[in-house]
């Protein structure tokens, strides 16, 4: 695809709901990052995968917290009980490699109400 | 040590000026540091990035300075434009990891 792509653009969850934000990375792209960006702030890493294997999972802030890319393109971030701290932007970004130049998505806003 | 410091916080420039942003690390390990561009509702862009082996880098209207010694760089945005107004963040990252750490962000407002 031309660009890396998140889906849904926007998403208000009760407290308590679980949430599914998907990231279409880059075709061919080995290299698949999770960040998330509070209201004025840069972005905070959550987790990287090289191909399908998950090498990093240090920033996912508490075990609710679950990402997946089964098949190596498409990954999954997975909130379960979201709370209102979560409210966040959630950027995907992939690279070609894990040392190249990180391409973003538009970002999926989470409001948890 | 993990942090990336970004000031100033906002910075309103003239048409024609120059915008300078400031970032300093601590992590001595970092060996590579990109800067983003962020618009509302869009994910952040690429701008340009540096690695520690050459001092400036220049793209256009846009240099990077780096300063190894005192663990500092800086954008400059030559000629600055109303377009330039956005959201602009430093970030480094080492070989030994890939995440990048991000600065707090510069909200950068160019006047016509």
């Known amino acids: ?113 | 040590q993990q942090q990336v410091k970004q000031s100033p916080q906002s910075l309103i420039v003239q048409k024609g000026g120059i915008s300078i942003i400031n970032c300093a690390y601590e992590n001595t390990a970092f060996d590579y540091f990109p800067w983003y561009q962020q618009f509302p509702g869009k994910g952040p862009a690429l701008l340009i990035a540096i690695r520690p082996d050459v001092s400036e880098k220049k793209e256009g209207r846009f240099t990077i300075s780096f300063n190894k010694s005192a663990k500092q760089f800086s954008l400059h945005i030559m000629d600055s434009q109303p377009g330039d107004s956005a959201t602009y963040f430093c970030a480094a990252s080492s070989s030994g990891t890939y995440k990048y750490i991000f600065g707090t962000g510069t909200r950068l407002k160019v006047l016509a």
């Open chain 1, 1 to 113: 695809g031309a660009g890396v792509s998140q889906s849904p653009r926007y998403k208000v969850a009760k407290r308590g709901q679980d949430v599914a934000l998907r990231c279409d990375p880059i075709s061919g792209h080995v290299s698949l990052f999770w960040y998330q960006q509070a209201l004025g702030q840069g972005p905070e890493f959550l987790t990287y995968f090289q191909n399908e294997a998950q090498l990093d999972k240090s920033g996912l802030p508490s075990d609710r917290f679950f990402a997946e890319r089964p098949e190596g393109s498409v990954s999954t971030l997975k909130i379960q009980r979201t709370q209102q701290e979560d409210s966040a932007v959630y950027l995907c970004a992939s690279s070609s490699s894990s040392r190249n130049e990180q391409f973003f998505g538009p970002g999926t806003r989470l409001t948890v109400l």
